[in-house]
């Protein structure tokens, strides 16, 4: 048994090295129920002939749901991994909000509250849907320059405590969203996956960064395929924008600002 854990382990630094996926819970035969952590109004079955976890939540509080405690205390280092993926399919009768969490604890020294630093993700599942929640892992730099007020931050840039240490996941949160009814979900897979890749801004100094915008309105500091860097392209895409208007017109009784 002890060869077996030892090679999953090396399996698992070879696939984070070559930018692959991780399991971070295996639902079959093996699985050990002790890493659950559910309040009472949450029912939580193993179910290992479909490889999967059976999380039943009733319509109590705000936001129901179970804890899938780290197989140590040191967590997952998933410092190689971009995002996690957790995996459901709805099996009851009323259309939920799924939702999940992603913990790690604060760094040494970080008297913060809560005592944890946490990502998250949603998705909303009808009866017999099966769908995938995205969780980003999102780092900060040390050193990074401060922003605030913005829907989503660069790479690297992640917002107070809207953020991982990504060598030290230790919990997944699956949980409903003000469920009005009972949910059933089934759990079925929780992986991290993609290769994270540090950026040039995440080690700049506040001098370097400044200001990030350029005078287009985007983000100065990366490329991308339609960004544009003259007049000139910016009055070609307008043109191409008023073409396709004209090809595709909205409907005829709709107003000037999409009202009926």
């Known amino acids: ?3 077996i854990r030892l090679l999953a382990g090396l399996l698992g630094v070879c696939l984070a090295a070559a930018g692959g996926e991780l399991a971070l819970f295996d639902f079959g035969k093996e699985f050990d129920t002790n890493r659950i952590v559910a309040k009472d109004d949450v029912a939580v079955a193993h179910l290992p002939e479909k490889s999967a976890l059976r999380v039943t939540i009733q319509p109590v509080g705000p936001w129901p749901g179970a804890n899938l405690r780290a197989p140590t205390k040191a967590g997952w280092d998933l410092s190689a ?9 709805n099996v009851g009768k009323t259309t939920c909000q799924f939702a999940v969490r992603v913990d790690s604890p604060r760094e040494k020294g970080d008297k913060g509250e809560p005592s944890r630093l946490s990502v998250g993700g949603k998705a909303t599942l009808a009866p ?18 401060e922003l605030f007020g913005m ?14 240490r990504p060598e030290q996941v230790n919990n997944v949160v699956v949980f409903v969203l003000s469920p009005l009814a009972v949910c059933e979900l089934d759990v079925t897979g929780i992986r991290a996956v993609g290769s994270y890749r540090q950026q040039p801004w995440e080690t700049m100094t506040a001098e370097e960064f400044f200001p990030f915008i350029d005078r287009f309105g985007q983000f100065k500091h990366e490329s991308w395929p339609g960004k544009v860097t003259t007049e000139a392209e910016l009055l070609a895409q307008r043109a191409a924008e008023q073409r396709d208007l004209a090809a595709h017109p909205g409907p005829a009784d709709w107003n000037l600002y999409g009202g009926w």
């Open 1 to 3: 048994m002890k060869q």
């Open 81 to 89: 991994y971009e995002e996690i993926l957790v995996e459901a399919t």
């Open 128 to 145: 017999g849907q099966s769908g995938t929640v995205h969780v980003p892992i999102l780092r900060r730099t040390p050193g990074t320059p």
């Open 151 to 164: 829907d989503r931050y660069p790479q690297g840039m992640a917002a107070g405590d809207q953020r991982l």
